[in-house]
């Protein structure tokens, strides 16, 4: 008999992870969910420089010259 209710609790459990999961995917998918990328401070306690954005913009890998004839 325990091992019945053991079975039980535990597909109990599976359901209710798959749905707390289910339901952050929809968050995300539907733009419910809180975006915390943009939102790190520095250390100093202040908001990060736009330089820095400027920089994480730029794509980084070779960098090729236009050379006009």
Not at 18 to 43: I, Y
């Amino acid at each position: 008999e325990d091992d019945e209710e053991d079975d039980d609790e535990e597909e109990e459990y599976d359901a209710k992870e798959r749905r707390g999961f289910l339901s952050s995917v929809t968050d995300l998918l539907t733009g419910r969910a809180e975006d915390t990328s943009d939102d790190e401070e520095d250390d100093t306690g202040g908001e990060e420089d736009e330089e820095d954005d400027e920089e994480e913009d730029k794509p980084s890998g070779p960098k090729f010259r236009v050379i006009k004839k």
